[in-house]
């Protein structure tokens, strides 16, 4: 078994975690570091998922670095560009050097004596199991699970003649040119699958148990372009970001506390781009109130277009059973199909499913409450990445690698080892980190970490206000302890 030592070890080399080794590089120069990535590329989610049309849900203004400009002309990007943007960022800082692929990390354990991790990660390679020590722990894996997709089982699906497959697990050489295609699901994922499909398809059909909320966004930003000929990209970036952030941050708050005004401007957006016979209280109208669930945004109004044209339709309604030939649905309606696409979901994993250990204690993940959003209660130098529900991923991924940066600068400045995040006796937790209604939550919500109803206890998904909190609010707060090593740096190398 291998052993070596690093100041701060990443787990995730997607966008979350090379997004952290650039914050590190910049901020915390003279730390040693080293990100182990299951897979074999960089990318993370934008490298697993090929399935086609696969797209970012968040403009790139908000979904790119801070710190790297995102210059396409799309604003709502394809996943090859987003991939080749992480690649880019990674090269150009050297980050890709410090990567080691193939290493999956299943458990970790915290010596508080000694003040470091001791990580173990499996070698999918080679099946040698590695064992690495760092100081800081931060975890950017996400939070689905990348080896298996959500997929339920449905009656007669043996039965079936034709090909299933799901998104997570696209095969290379599908060819559904011609075919007729049937996309089980209703959110992000099959919204973006049956335009995309519908040019080669001879006909593609969205079967869906209960509608989403769809909103069109332009597919380009006009703000940006017309700043990008007039300013430097470095000047142009920050103002497109702030806008869309703001602009995010309006829908949202405006859902919360007028729910029945949001419904009624997204079902006269969807009526606006539909025949007028179009059943839109049946196949787009909800039952929950809008971000109770994540709302689809559909570039260009893609989706409706494909609907449009005849060679896409809707059908709400829950399945019987497979047939040899397609699908049969409750209503006792047949859907030929050669290609069925179960866009049914993800599994969640959360903080990548690694097993917990401090000072021989087993940490029950489901049980802590989350610090800041980014910490566990009782888990010393450990941090980790979730993104926003209601804004882009990446907003909250800049927030918690540049606070992970601070906490490493205080605790060198002041001589301490460690940081442990301890609510008082009176925090008790409220609900799971999450805050969403969506079946990938609710299917593990006890595994989630909770929140508490008040900072820094609860994520108020709210971006201005977590830039205060994270970039300019005390690190020493009553909530975080630091404290030394009982043993000397001298001794630990030792």
Not at 136 to 163: C, H, I, K, W
Not at 369 to 379: I, T
Not at 380 to 388: E, L, Q, R
């Amino acid at each position: 078994m291998t052993r070596d030592h690093v100041d701060v070890l990443i787990v995730g080399a997607g966008l979350s975690g090379i997004g952290a080794a650039a914050h590190l590089r910049a901020q915390c120069p003279g730390k040693t570091y080293a990100i182990l990535e299951a897979r074999g590329a960089i990318g993370g989610t934008w490298d697993l998922f090929r399935y086609p049309g696969v797209r970012s849900d968040s403009d790139m203004f908000t979904l790119g670095y801070s710190f790297e400009p995102w210059t396409d002309a799309k604003a709502i990007a394809d996943g090859e560009s987003i991939r080749e943007y992480v690649r880019t960022t990674a090269r150009a800082r050297g980050i890709d050097r410090h990567i080691r692929f193939h290493h999956r990390v299943v458990r970790a354990e915290w010596s508080s004596e000694e003040a470091r991790w001791t990580v173990e990660a499996d070698r999918t390679d080679t099946g040698e199991r590695v064992r690495i020590t760092c100081g800081f722990l931060f975890v950017n894996s996400g939070y689905y699970r990348y080896d298996q997709g959500y997929a339920p089982e449905f009656p007669g699906q043996d039965e079936f003649t034709g090909t299933v497959v799901h998104p997570q697990h696209w095969p290379e050489d599908l060819d559904y040119s011609g075919q007729r295609v049937v996309v089980i699901g209703s959110g992000a994922t099959a919204v973006t699958l049956v335009p995309a499909m519908t040019g080669d398809a001879a006909h593609v059909t969205m079967v869906q148990r209960s509608p989403s909320y769809v909103l069109s966004l332009s597919a380009t930003d006009p703000v940006a372009d017309r700043l990008r000929g007039v300013l430097p990209a470095k000047v142009a970036y920050p103002i497109v970001r702030w806008k869309n952030v703001l602009a995010a941050l309006l829908f949202f708050q405006l859902s919360r506390r007028s729910p029945r005004l949001v419904r009624k401007l997204l079902r006269k957006g969807v009526t606006a781009q539909l025949p007028p016979d179009f059943d839109v209280d049946r196949h787009f109208t909800p039952r929950y109130d809008p971000w109770d669930q994540r709302v689809c945004f559909v570039p260009d109004g893609d989706l409706f277009r494909a609907l449009r044209s005849g060679k896409a339709d809707i059908v709400t309604d829950t399945i019987e059973t497979f047939t040899a030939r397609g699908i049969r649905l409750s209503s006792g309606r047949e859907l030929a199909a050669d290609v069925i696409v179960t866009a049914t979901g993800l599994n969640l994993l959360p903080l990548g499913g690694i097993d917990l250990v401090v000072d021989g204690e087993p940490v029950d993940v489901g049980q802590r409450l989350a610090y800041k959003g980014m910490m566990l209660s009782g888990v010393p130098n450990y941090a980790f990445t979730i993104g926003y529900t209601n804004a882009s991923w990446t907003l909250k991924a800049d927030l918690v690698a540049g606070y992970v940066c601070r906490l490493l600068g205080h605790l060198d400045a002041h001589g301490y080892t460690t940081c442990t995040p301890v609510p008082p006796p009176s925090v008790t937790p409220a609900e799971p980190l999450i805050d969403l209604k969506s079946g990938y939550v609710l299917r593990s919500i006890a595994k989630l970490p909770k929140q508490g109803a008040a900072a820094p206890w609860r994520l108020f998904q709210n971006y201005p206000r977590d830039v205060l909190l994270m970039r300019r609010g005390s690190l020493d707060d009553e909530a975080m302890r630091f404290s030394r090593a009982p043993r000397t740096s001298a001794e630990r190398v030792a």
